[in-house]
């Protein structure tokens, strides 16, 4: 019983401790959000002499560059100004994007990676000779900002595409992206409160006394064990040794005194009282007889 109560403790620290980890870690994370709850951040400036700036795999991007975007309810929101003011941003259907530009010159966007401050992009140029035509068939735009859930683009291909508002060439974007993770707050407190209940559990189930282990009560008379004969005495036996004799010393009792009756007593009057006899006294048999008093004189 120890041994399974020892193993269920540390398998209940190993799961614990982890989950506590990721869950500090997200408490963490939550702590950069800005005033608005959304984790924003600066790209880099994208300079270009062609006539529009595209992430051609919008979904794949994220997918590559920043997963966590794409799970739960997270909303995105991207915004884009040139030296000319806010520029028309939107999504567009990847085959519709192609299309579209098919021989413009544009800037393509490739990767885009998370650091502190601002974002590097990789960005590769795309040479082209004629202009555009039109504006392309937007799944989705606006003018400056757009912004969309993260299940409006899982699994689709559609491209992000940034342009002036007139269509004409040159062009440099300042973007600024956005991500709210709507599921980052509950995620957070479960895999805490779920890691201290696992940690505090598992400490527990080792810290829990063992019970000493009683003999099991016998069945039957056949189940009891016989008795075993008692160990032999090695000792030699003691010996008890009388204690010696003391003589009796018998003190008989002494003899009344008899008062003086005579007034005014003499001083030289004395009364001797009568002895008592040796036969009198109690064990006297084997004392010598006492010498006779002295006789008495007024």
């Known amino acids: 019983m120890r041994i399974a109560r020892t193993a269920v403790g540390m398998l209940l620290l190993t799961i614990g401790l982890p989950v506590l980890l990721v869950g500090g870690a997200l408490w963490t994370a939550m702590q950069h959000r800005d005033a608005g709850g959304a984790f924003s951040g600066r790209v880099e400036r994208i300079t270009t ?4 700036v595209v992430v051609p795999d919008l979904d794949g991007l994220l997918r590559r560059d920043a997963p966590f975007t ?26 519709d994007a192609a299309r579209y530009l098919a021989g413009v010159p544009y800037a393509q966007v490739d990767r885009v990676s998370l650091t502190r401050g601002t974002l590097p992009v990789r960005v590769t140029p795309v040479p082209g000779t004629t202009a555009p035509a039109a504006q392309p068939a937007w799944e989705k735009q606006g003018a400056g900002a757009v912004d969309w859930a993260s299940s409006e683009v899982r699994g689709q291909r559609l491209a992000l595409v940034v342009i002036h508002p007139d269509t004409r060439a040159g062009m440099t974007v300042d973007l600024r992206v956005e991500v709210r993770p709507g599921w980052l707050g509950s995620a957070t407190w479960g ?16 810290a829990w006394p063992t019970r000493p282990a009683y003999p099991s009560r016998p069945a039957t008379l056949a189940d009891v064990p016989p008795a075993r004969p008692p160990a032999p005495d090695l000792a030699p036996p003691l010996v008890s040794v009388p204690a010696p004799a003391r003589p009796a010393w018998n003190v008989g009792t002494p003899p009344p005194v008899q008062p003086i009756l005579a007034w005014p007593p003499h001083p030289r009057c004395t009364v001797t009282p009568d002895p008592v006899p040796a036969t009198a006294l109690p064990g006297s048999a084997d004392l010598p007889a006492p010498p006779p008093p002295p006789a008495s004189s007024i």
């Open 49 to 52: 002499p062609g006539h529009a």
């Open 70 to 95: 794409r799970a739960g309810d997270t909303r995105l929101r991207v915004t884009a100004r040139t030296e000319a003011g806010p520029a028309l941003v939107g999504l567009v259907p990847a085959a």
């Open 191 to 206: 895999l805490l409160v779920l890691g201290v209940a696992l940690v505090a559990l598992g400490m527990a189930t080792l």
